[in-house]
């Protein structure tokens, strides 16, 4: 079982529609990651959070410590934010636990 | 952005030779890491390095060496690559323990074994 559950796996989405990607994990963490790949790209964090909620732009990163989930949103999504998101925890031995990330393919 | 450099960025060698990525950080930060990212199978981690000359193994570390002599450069070697090597391999860097969980990674290397 992976520490670290993405879900959807892929998402299709029309251009100007709200998303959602949820992560779950089983571990206790210090901070939650969310990573950004475009096709063909590198890897970028989008947020670090250990609590609360963070937003940049459209995206707005949520994080429930109790219930152990945190949430992706994209408002107004565009097809520049076709990629593949990833969710990332640290743990205790210095390395990370990765969920296999959500596809999302935004259409104009 | 981090400063994180790859090389090289793609590359097509055949089965049964030596192949070596090399990742570059101008950061000084204390952990490197190798992952694969595979379809289906996310990231994983091949080895990491928590200073100069300390490594250990990943998940996926068969076939696989690494070497850091200097804080900057963590090297990668496949000693005899084969098929199922071919992936994206992408390095990280994180500062020290004291520093925040921040994570950073490279542009990715391309690698396919014919």
């Known amino acids: 079982k992976n520490e670290v559950e993405q879900s959807p796996q892929n998402l299709t989405a029309q251009e100007g529609e709200f998303i959602t990607i949820n992560c779950s994990y089983s571990v206790g963490i210090s901070a939650l990651h969310w990573l950004q790949q475009h096709p063909g790209g590198g890897i970028v964090s989008l947020f670090m959070l250990s609590s609360g909620k963070k937003k940049h732009g459209r995206l707005i990163a949520t994080i429930n410590i109790q219930e152990k989930h945190s949430s992706l949103h994209i408002t107004a999504s565009h097809p520049r934010d076709s990629a593949v998101y990833i969710c990332a925890a640290p743990n205790t031995g210095n390395q990370f636990y990765f969920g296999t990330g959500t596809s999302l393919t935004v259409i104009p | 952005d981090a400063g994180i450099t790859q090389s090289p960025r793609h590359k097509v060698t055949e089965t049964g030779t030596p192949v070596t990525l090399r990742c570059h950080q101008t950061?000084?930060?204390?952990?490197m890491y190798w992952y694969r990212q595979d379809p289906g199978h996310g990231l994983r981690l091949i080895h990491y390095?928590?200073?100069?000359?300390?490594?250990d193994k990943g998940e996926v570390s068969d076939g696989y060496s690494v070497s850091r002599s200097k804080t900057e450069d963590f090297l990668l070697t496949l000693e005899s690559a084969t098929s199922s090597q071919t992936s994206v391999y992408f390095c990280?860097?994180?500062?020290?323990?004291?520093?925040?969980?921040?994570?950073?990674f490279g542009e990715g290397s391309w690698l396919t074994v014919v």
């Open positions: 950061e000084n930060h204390r952990y």
């Open positions: 390095s928590y200073g100069v000359k300390d490594t």
């Open positions: 990280a860097i994180r500062p020290g323990p004291d520093s925040g969980n921040t994570i950073y």
